[in-house]
């Protein structure tokens, strides 16, 4: 048997590189990129995404999460206190929370009904600090009743960020 000389060994070796990079180098590359992303916004304490994960449940409730708050996770019962902006499915601006009552955040009890349904589904697992926008279909926003600058049958659109939550005050 014949043995390789230097410049086929090195033929060899290049051809075995290639041969696993392309056979394995996205997947490679992928997660050496998803360890660094994860490094970098835990750093940072709440995570920014730089893609919005988007889901929509069961019930035709979009949610795209823009932000993950680092805070702690709302619970059915907490006085939560938010801001919001409320949008039309054309864009048209019905009220932002900013702009009302001295920039004071909206409160309310979670998981008490104080909300439309879309709300209380679209804002589940939300945290402290998170930024969330939630679409919400007529069937659980105010449904075909107008309600003040609202037409009837209505896609909703929101954009929350989640100011606090905690227990109610005694």
């Known amino acids: 048997m014949k043995s390789l000389s230097k410049k086929e060994w090195i033929g060899v070796i290049a051809a075995v590189v290639f041969i696993v990079y392309t056979m ?9 990129r998803q360890a660094t992303e994860g490094d970098n916004l835990a750093a940072v304490g709440a995570i920014s995404l730089n893609e919005n994960m988007t889901t929509v449940d069961n019930s035709g409730v979009k949610k795209e999460d823009v932000v993950i708050g680092s805070g ?5 019962g907490q006085a939560v206190t938010v801001h919001y902006v409320l949008k039309l499915s054309d864009g048209t601006v019905i009220q932002d929370s900013k702009l009302v009552n001295n920039n004071q955040p909206f409160s309310f ?4 009904g104080q909300l439309i349904p879309g709300w209380e589904l679209g804002i589940a697992g939300m945290r402290v600090g998170g930024k969330r926008i939630i679409t919400i279909p007529p069937h659980l926003g105010y449904g075909p009743n107008a309600v003040g600058p609202i037409p009837g049958n209505s896609t909703l659109n929101f954009e929350i960020e989640v100011v606090s939550a905690g227990p109610l005050a005694q």
């Open 24 to 32: 394995f180098g996205q997947s490679i590359s992928n997660s050496f």
């Open 72 to 76: 702690a996770k709302i619970m059915a």
């Open 109 to 112: 009890v979670y998981g008490a």
